[in-house]
């Protein structure tokens, strides 16, 4: 089973970023997804989550800009990043979860490597 990432980079703040996640074998409707990020010396932080029934929830540094959504038939997802910020600088990685519900603490069923977001002028 695997997941991974795509579509890190350098970008200038206020600039924005598409993330891709695939996810092999995973019928992505019997689980919840996440994106996470950590940045150097930073605790890993849950950035945006999809629940199996549509409902999203984000952290309140990237709510009116970031959106997460999927694919169902491509068993894809994305992170949509819009006026990014230096701050959002970080490894964002993927992650399937068990947890059907976003509001249920995240329990990881399988995750990517991730992908670097440099934010800078």
């Known amino acids: 089973l695997q997941v991974a990432e795509s579509g890190g980079g350098l970008v200038q703040p206020g600039g924005s970023l598409r993330l891709s996640c695939a996810a092999a074998e995973f019928n992505l409707d019997y689980y919840s997804i996440g994106w996470f990020r950590q940045a150097p010396g930073k605790e890993r932080e849950g950035v945006a989550c999809?629940?199996?029934?549509?409902?999203?929830n984000y952290a309140d540094s990237v709510k009116g800009r970031f959106t997460i959504s999927k694919n169902n038939a491509e068993n894809t997802w994305y992170l949509q990043m819009n006026s990014l910020k230096p701050d959002d600088a970080a490894l964002y990685y993927c992650?399937?979860?068990?947890?059907?519900?976003?509001?249920?603490?995240?329990?990881?069923?399988?995750r990517g490597q991730g992908t670097q977001v440099t934010v800078s002028a």
């Open positions: 999809l629940s199996n029934s549509g409902s999203t």
């Open positions: 992650a399937v979860q068990y947890n059907l519900r976003c509001e249920e603490l995240p329990v990881i069923a399988a």
